[in-house]
């Protein structure tokens, strides 16, 4: 079946400092989404790719969807204590309502 | 508060005994997500709704798991006979999303923690 993983699994910076979790499919996608799990909460959305080598930016973060559908990544530059929290890529085949989550990113920011 | 309310919060209960989780998702969102998460995991889907019919299910789904969405509005989701691997937090989602489009934005609710005993 579908996989979608995830590296690194954690990471520790400091405040400050830039982060990037990578997400990877074993499918060519239709779409990703990108949802974030502060410690104890539940998933909240981020945003969702659509097209083949997509750049969407939010602040501080940007999302990449790649070429081939098959792989995403979301950059955080210069973190912040409220950064901290599991990072989720969410892949989707086309034709499928199954949104299969990867393995998450758990980001810790040292003050 | 995403407006996705899950009840009860907490579930303690006894191997075997059967458990019922209820979802209230936003009115006017149309699709329904049920998802299952263990600790240090991503959520695991489990299935969805569109309106009141169940259209995925997920193969690894035991036949002990049933969801229902009667009136295309609030979701039950019914655990039979329970055992420890059961334990995990349950959580919903709701999307608004049109034809066979697919999923928009999931709104999450707070989720049901299971604890089997």
């Known amino acids: 079946g579908q996989q979608v993983m995830q590296i690194p699994q954690y990471q520790h910076v400091q405040e400050g400092e830039d982060f990037t979790t990578y997400c990877n499919s074993s499918?060519?996608?239709?779409?990703i989404q990108w949802y974030k799990q502060r410690p104890g909460g539940h998933p909240v959305f981020l945003i969702q790719?659509?097209?083949?080598?997509e750049v969407k930016k939010q602040k501080r973060l940007t999302f990449q969807f790649g070429e081939a559908k098959k792989n995403s990544s979301l950059h955080i530059t210069a973190t912040q204590t409220t950064d901290v929290g599991t990072y989720f890529c969410?892949?989707?085949?086309?034709?499928?309502?199954?949104?299969?989550f990867g393995t998450g990113t758990k980001l810790q920011v040292i003050p | 508060d995403t407006g996705v309310s899950q009840d009860p919060r907490h579930k303690i209960t006894k191997r075997g005994q059967n458990v019922t989780f209820r979802c209230d998702p936003i009115?006017?969102?149309?699709?329904l997500y049920w998802y299952r998460q263990t600790l240090g995991q991503g959520p695991e889907f489990l299935t969805y709704?569109?309106?009141?019919?169940?259209?995925?299910k997920s193969r690894l789904l035991s036949d002990r798991f049933s969801a229902e969405r009667p009136k295309g509005s609030f979701s039950t989701l019914e655990i039979q006979r329970t055992e420890q691997g059961d334990s995990a937090m349950y959580l919903c989602?709701?999307?608004?999303?049109?034809?066979?489009?697919?999923?928009?934005?999931?709104?999450f609710g707070p989720g049901t923690r299971l604890t089997v005993t």
């Open positions: 009115s006017e969102h149309n699709r």
């Open positions: 790719l659509v097209k083949s080598g």
């Open positions: 499918t060519t996608l239709s779409n």
């Open positions: 709704f569109q309106n009141e019919a169940q259209l995925e």
């Open positions: 989602a709701s999307s608004l999303a049109r034809g066979g489009r697919a999923p928009g934005e999931q709104y």
């Open positions: 969410a892949g989707i085949l086309r034709g499928y309502q199954k949104v299969t």
